[in-house]
């Protein structure tokens, strides 16, 4: 993931002062100001989303961190409008989403995002090879197309040989595999993904990891990545952003928040990474910054820092 992106710089996603409240009733923001808003919230109302601005380019892998109900769900489901947003703009390739009729909505989400889950989503009664290649069907893929196009992509996850299994004959990772190879066959520019490993222990978690580091220098997807895992955000973000109660608290590349947190929550997850690069390992890590390629070389050979201070 960590390449350099000075040719790439189209810009992909752009979400523009987003928001996402769930009340009982709509609600128009128009004209609300602060104190409308902690009237809805008294009124049992969550402001799931808080007026969220960022750009994704090309081939950029963007990730969301943040506790545990801070909204990155919630975020990253607005973007093929899994959530309808309350208000923003979600523009992608140009495209408004949020003023996309029915039709248009569904051939865009058919079309220009696959979405992986951590809990896969995996169609039980259905064979490996079936649950990847059955986007395809969806769309009219003729079979033997689909299911060409569906062992290729269990080729790139590593999964040949394992077509005719059924998911419960799978262990996790392998599951999640699977979820990636189904996302990959649709061949989107955008990929979602929204906590794909947090459900896997910390060995077969690296691994899926360095999988997708693979995946993405092959395949150049533009993906947004939603963790709780600080590390995970370093090893695999060109860019991130840290949420807190439904907003940006910081946006920057992983080395500008683990050098400059905004505040103290940011800090607050900062300071065990940290403490895990201390030493000699702090060091490179600050060498290694202010190049992205020679901090990739790093990260991906087993004996680099990063990849010694990864614990998961
Ligand atoms: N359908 C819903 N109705 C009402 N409130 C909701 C709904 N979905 C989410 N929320 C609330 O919105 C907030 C953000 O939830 P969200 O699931 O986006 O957080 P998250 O950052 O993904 O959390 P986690 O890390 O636990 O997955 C939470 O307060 C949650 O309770
Ligand atoms: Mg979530």
Same mark, same amino acid.
């Given at each position: ?10 810009c ?10 769930f =009340? ?15 009237g ?5 109302a ?12 090309? $081939?950029?892998? %963007? ?9 990155k ?16 703009e979600?523009?992608?390739k140009? @495209? ?6 029915e039709k248009?909505?569904?051939e865009?989400?058919r079309?220009?995002?696959a979405?992986? %889950? ?15 290649? %059955?986007g ?8 033997r ?7 290729? =992509?269990? #080729?790139?996850?590593?999964?040949e ?25 649709q ?13 896997l222990?910390?060995?077969?978690? @690296?691994?899926? *990891? ?5 995946? *993405? ?17 370093? @090893?695999?973000?060109?860019?991130? =952003?840290?949420?807190?109660k439904?907003? %940006?608290? *910081? *946006?920057?590349?992983? &080395? &500008?928040?683990?050098?400059?947190? =905004? ?9 065990d990474e @940290? #403490?895990?690069?201390? $030493? ?29 201070a990864?614990?998961r």
């Open positions: 993931m960590h390449k350099d992106h000075t040719a790439d710089n189209e992909l996603l752009e979400v523009r002062n987003l928001w996402k409240i =009340a009982k009733h709509p609600v128009d923001l128009n004209g609300q100001d602060n104190e409308d808003l902690e809805l919230q008294n009124n049992g969550v402001i799931a989303v808080k007026d969220v601005s960022f750009q994704v380019n090309r $081939g950029e892998v %963007f990730v969301i961190m943040g506790l545990s109900g801070s909204g769900s919630t975020l990253i489901r607005c973007i093929p409008r899994l959530i309808d947003p309350t208000s923003g979600i523009i992608v140009g @495209r408004n989403v949020l003023e996309m009729d248009e909505l569904i865009f989400r079309y220009e995002t979405m992986v %889950f951590q809990h896969y989503g995996l169609l039980p009664h259905r064979t490996v090879i079936e649950n990847v290649a %059955f395809l069907k969806l769309r009219g893929v003729s079979l197309e689909r299911m060409d196009r569906a062992r290729y =992509a269990l #080729a790139r996850v590593g999964l040989g394992w077509e005719k299994h059924y998911p419960a004959q799978l262990s996790g990772g392998m599951r999640q595999r699977v979820g990636i190879a189904r996302a990959l066959v061949e989107t520019d955008l990929l979602l993904m929204d906590e794909p490993f947090s459900g222990d910390p060995l077969i978690r @690296r691994e899926m *990891q360095d999988t997708l580091i693979r995946l *993405q220098k092959e395949v150049n997807k533009t993906i947004i990545f939603v963790t709780h895992d600080l590390s995970e955000a370093v @090893r695999l973000g060109n860019r991130m =952003a840290v949420m807190r439904g907003e %940006f608290v *910081q *946006q920057g590349t992983p &080395e &500008e928040i683990m050098t400059n947190p =905004a505040d103290e929550y940011v800090e607050r997850f900062v300071a @940290r #403490a895990i690069l201390s $030493g000699s390992k702090r060091q490179s890590f600050y060498v290694s910054m202010p190049n992205r390629t020679n901090k990739q070389a790093k990260s991906t050979s087993p004996s680099a820092p990063l990849a010694a990864g614990r």
